[in-house]
């Protein structure tokens, strides 16, 4: 499975981006899906995940009701909206694919495949 992450820039407190990350060479659709952040200095951190069908998502609590997690089986595409985004959410932002399992996961080490991150700055 090839991920490619994609949507990140600079953007002012108070703003919103839509990461994507497109997956390639296996429909995804039953997999666990799930973003990652990395800030500067700092290890990488769990931000989002959903379960095959989306039926469970997972936030850290830090995000809840400002990023939404979703997908587009139909593209094979996993989304991560971010609404009134802070300084703190600069980091860089990476996308993961868990190929088996019906829950979310929260750890690095359950996830199979990785994107290449994108990169987020929130300007205050």
């Known amino acids: 499975v090839q991920l490619q992450a994609s949507g990140g820039g600079l953007v002012q407190a108070g703003g919103s981006l839509r990461l994507s990350c497109a997956a390639s060479?296996?429909?995804?659709?039953?997999?666990?899906m799930g973003w990652f952040r990395q800030a500067p200095g700092k290890e990488r951190e769990f931000v989002a995940a959903?379960?095959?069908?989306?039926?469970?998502?997972d936030y850290t609590d830090s995000v809840k009701g400002r990023f939404t997690i979703s997908r587009d089986t139909a593209t094979n595409t996993v989304y991560l909206q971010m609404n009134s985004l802070k300084p703190e959410d600069t980091a860089v932002y990476y996308c993961?694919?868990?190929?088996?399992?019906?829950?979310?996961?929260?750890?690095?080490?359950?996830?199979?495949?990785w994107g290449q991150g994108t990169e987020v700055t929130v300007s205050s």
């Open positions: 993961a694919v868990r190929t088996s399992g019906s829950y979310v996961y929260r750890t690095e080490g359950e996830y199979d495949y």
């Open positions: 060479g296996r429909t995804v659709s039953s997999y666990v």
């Open positions: 959903t379960s095959w069908r989306a039926v469970l998502t």
